[in-house]
C-alpha cells in the first residue's frame, strides 16, 4: 500500500500543519509496509520541497503550474486524484483545514473512498483498517473502520509530533492538464490583517473576553502577546462588540486554533468558544471568577484580575 499526502503551502513554505499530515502519513506508510509521496500544491520554494522529505516523504511532487497559484479546491482535486491514479494510493492523508475538507472530499466522491476527518491516531490494522477520530467538539471520541479500496483522512492538528530527520527525498515535477470545470472560480482579492501573526499558524495566542472591561483596555494583553510572539484573538461577545477585529474570533464560528500555548484571559470558557481551541496543548486561563468554565479544561490556572496579572506575565517573559 503507497501513502499520497495533500501538502498545504503559504507564501512558499509549507504550513506547520502539513509538517503533521508529512510525518504521519510517513508513519502510515512505514506501517502499512509502502511508501509516502508528499503531493505539494502551489508556489513552493525549493527548501520547502526538500523538508517534506526530511519529514519522511519517500518521494515529493510539486503541482505549481500558473493555475495552481490560487488555493482552489476544483482544481486542487483534479490534482489529487490525478497523483492517486498514479502513485496508486489506497491512502490519502491531509491536515484538516478549510481547503483540505472541500479538496479531499471531491477527491472521495469521486473515488466512492470512505473519508474520515478530525483523526487523532494512526490506523490500527489488526481487523482491518480502524482509525480513532475526534467527535463532540473534542468532548469523545469515535472508532471508525474504513473498508473502501482508498482510504481518506484529514488530521486533527496535535495529533503527531513532526520531527525533521536527514531523510532526503526525490523531488519531481507534477504537471496535470486541467479541465476548464475546474477554472470556473478564482479569487479575485486576498486581504490579509497586516502586523501580525496568523491565528492558524501560530505557536503561541493570547486571546482576551469580556473581562478586557472594553477596546481600549487591551494594551496589557497586546504587550504580552509581543513579548511572546503571539497572535491575538479574542472570543465572540468581543468581535461582536467591536472591541477587537472579527478575524481575531476564535470559537466554534470563528477561527479554529491548535497552538501550543493557548493564554485565555477574562474569558468565560463557553462550550462554543472551548470548541475552537480544545486542540492546542496547552491551555492556561486567568480569570478572576474561580467558577469560571473555563478553569475545568485548562491546564494551568490564575485566578485574578487580568489587569493584575498580565504585567506581571509581560515582564517575566522579556527577562528570558
Known sequence: MSVLIFVEVAEGQIKKSSWEAISYGAQVAE??????????VGPAEASALEQAGAL?????????????????????SQVVLEAVKKTGAEVVVAAKSSLADATLARVAGALKAGIVGNVTSLPDLTQGFTVTRSIFTGKAFAEVKITSAVKVITLKKNT???VLGTNSAVIERFEVV??????????????????????PEADIVVSGGRGMKGPDQWQ????????????????????????????????Q?????????????????????????????????INKDPEAPFFKAADYGIVGDVFDILPKLTAAAKSL
Open 160 to 162: 503527531v509530533e513532526p
Open 31 to 40: 506501517k502499512i509496509g509502502g511508501k509516502a509521496t508528499a503531493l505539494v
Open 56 to 76: 519522511g516523504a519517500h518521494q515529493v511532487w510539486h503541482a505549481s503550474q500558473s493555475e495552481l497559484a490560487q488555493p482552489m479546491s476544483l482544481p486542487y
Open 253 to 285: 464560528t470563528g477561527v479554529k486554533v491548535a497552538p501550543n500555548l493557548y493564554i485565555a484571559c477574562g474569558i468565560s470558557g463557553a462550550i462554543q468558544h472551548l470548541a475552537g481551541v480544545n486542540s492546542s496543548k496547552v491551555l492556561v486561563v
Open 220 to 251: 496589557p494583553l497586546l504587550d504580552l502577546a509581543d513579548a511572546l510572539g503571539a497572535a491575538t484573538a479574542c472570543s465572540k461577545p468581543v468581535s461582536d462588540a467591536d472591541w477587537r477585529p472579527h478575524h481575531e474570533h476564535v470559537g
Open 178 to 199: 486541467l479541465s476548464p470545470e475546474s477554472q470556473v472560480g478564482k479569487i479575485t482579492e486576498t486581504v490579509k490583517a497586516t502586523g501580525t501573526v496568523s491565528l
